[in-house]
């Protein structure tokens, strides 16, 4: 009895949470998601390591080739349910029922519908083996509905504590499971078989720790009564889908698995610091923006202090991959991945800054201007997915250069998104200036460093370690030379975090 009280009181408090000591959960929320990104990159780092050397680069072709399909379950299969639970001042249960059948009824639609598509998905790729990995991993779009409600509800509480757990134990099984099935000889299934397994630990999981149990309720009027924004939700969705996996059709289609699974590796990599570091983060402003949207001071300083952290966090990391792109991957990878290291120089030095911009994301969300962002969204898309296709000609490293030579219009994305609270272009400035001036010095000087090292340490890893060290001190000494207002932003969090702690 006691257990159901206490979970019943979890659900409804996300009725109405309160905004006191919003501050200090908002630290407590980036603390548990900067420890998820760092568990994360560990695990994805630590897997990808073993698994490189037991599967070949067709293999992880293949599934790139799949998941250009079933990548829509993760980028807008919810069609903004989640967000919608989130955004709200308040909310019923009723509503969060509805919102909860609507997902998995989505959810259920989307797998037929890429079920029914994996036996065409051969002919699109030129390569029959795409469909009978479709007609399993189909699955990840139920299994992905399962979360979305008891997920919002745990972030609409800041409740990260709870999804760092969740997010720790679904990294761990899916790693887990991937790697045996790779040592037992399952090949390409075993990428299958992490995926599906993660998936259906996380669902469980946090309906589970949400205490989240569904009634058979449905509202028609409040479903209809958020289907414009149920809309733009999908509509950018839709976008962001195509912005993520376009590049990956081209290569596919026109170059081959082989060629694929070097590229799709390495654009991997890079995104952990835009998919992995950055869009996580979104996760605690969205709810922390939304809940200061009327206190415009208070959630412009929100804005700048967490734009600048993030900016000092995520460019740097960009910018360092790039740096370092000859040295790390032959030792994560191994020799047979040599041919991707062009193509992760060139995809690297774009990542930071795009992770940057993506602070933009919750501006937008916090605000309500979800037709705005569509727009420009769409725009950025079409001359985004213009640039790949005329790359494409030059192979893989041609979309690579599409990727960076299309950077600026992320910037313009913020730039705009900063405009919605009276705040300029000095002000996005003062975010991605320095850490970009900062990384780009860096970059110049491990390139200056590394002929010097390679007569001198011939250990790999011992010269890697050198690099990385060497760089991260141009980086800081850079940026309090520049700007000290970065690192008093990034004390007063570590203070922040101490009292927490206390």
Same mark, same amino acid.
Request: glycine letters at 6%; zero cysteines.
């Given at each position: 009895m006691a257990r159901t009280a206490r979970r019943l009181t979890l659900v409804r408090r996300a009725f109405r949470p309160s905004s006191a000591d919003l501050g200090r959960r908002v630290v407590d929320g980036a603390a548990f998601t900067f420890l998820g990104i760092a568990f994360r990159i560990a695990v994805t780092l630590g897997s990808m390591a073993i698994l490189a050397r037991l599967l070949t680069p067709a293999d992880f072709g293949h599934i790139a080739m799949a998941t250009v399909i079933t990548e829509l379950a993760a980028l807008f299969a919810n069609f903004g349910f989640g967000s919608i639970l989130i955004q709200r001042p308040r909310i019923a249960r009723i509503q969060i029922d509805t919102m909860f059948w609507a997902a998995c009824a989505l959810g259920a639609l989307l797998t037929a519908a890429v079920f029914? +598509? $994996? &036996?065409?998905?051969? =002919?699109?790729?030129?390569d029959p083996q795409v469909g009978e990995l479709l007609r399993v991993l189909c699955l990840s779009f139920l299994l992905e509905e399962l979360s979305v409600v008891p997920r919002s509800l745990l972030a609409r509480l800041l409740m990260f504590r709870m999804d760092f757990a969740v997010q720790a134990l679904m990294l761990l099984c899916r790693a887990g499971v991937a790697v045996l099935m790779a040592l037992t000889g399952w090949g390409v299934w075993s990428l299958v078989g992490g995926a599906l397994a993660g998936l259906l630990v996380q669902s469980l999981a946090y309906l589970l720790l949400a205490g989240y149990c569904p009634r058979l309720r449905f509202s028609r009027a409040f479903l209809a009564s958020t289907w414009r924004v149920n809309s733009g939700y999908f509509g950018n969705g839709i976008l962001f889908y195509v912005n993520a996996n376009f590049d990956l059709f081209l290569v596919g *289609? +026109?170059?081959g698995a082989v060629s694929l699974g070097y590229y799709q590796n390495a654009r991997s990599?890079?995104?952990?610091?835009?998919?992995?570091?950055?869009?996580?983060?979104?996760?605690?402003? &969205?709810?922390?923006? $939304?809940?200061?949207? #009327?206190d415009l001071p208070r959630f412009q300083a929100g804005i700048l202090r967490s734009g600048r952290l993030l900016a000092l966090a995520v460019i740097p990391v960009g910018f360092g991959i790039a740096a370092v792109a000859e040295e790390l991957v032959p030792i994560l990878y191994g020799p047979q991945w040599l041919a991707m290291i062009p193509i992760l120089q060139i995809i690297a030095a774009s990542s930071g800054i795009r992770a940057a911009t993506t602070i933009g994301t919750p501006i937008y969300n916090a605000t309500n201007r979800l037709g705005l962002a569509f727009r420009l969204y769409l725009l950025s898309t079409l001359i985004f997915t213009g640039s790949l296709y005329l790359g494409s000609h030059w192979g893989g490293t041609g979309v690579a250069w599409a990727v960076l030579a299309t950077t600026p219009v992320s910037v313009v994305f913020l730039r705009v998104a900063l405009g919605l609270v009276r705040l300029d272009t000095r002000a996005e400035w003062r975010m991605l200036g320095v850490p970009t001036l900062a990384a780009l010095l860096m970059l110049l000087a491990i390139g200056v460093v590394r002929p010097l090292l390679a007569g001198v340490v011939d250990a790999p890893l011992f010269r890697l =370690?050198?690099?990385?060290? &060497?760089?991260?001190?141009?980086?800081?000494?850079?940026?309090?030379?520049?700007? *000290?207002?970065?690192? #008093? #932003?990034?004390? =007063? +969090?570590?203070?922040?975090?101490?009292?927490? *702690?206390?």
């Open positions: 029914l +598509l $994996s &036996f065409q998905a051969g =002919a699109l790729f030129n *289609r +026109l170059l990599l890079t995104d952990e610091v835009r998919t992995r570091m950055a869009i996580p983060l979104q996760r605690v402003l &969205f709810p922390a923006f $939304s809940a200061v949207q #009327d =370690a050198l690099l990385v060290l &060497f760089g991260v001190a141009v980086y800081v000494s850079a940026v309090l030379i520049m700007a *000290r207002s970065y690192l #008093d #932003d990034l004390r =007063a +969090l570590l203070r922040n975090i101490g009292r927490r *702690r206390g």
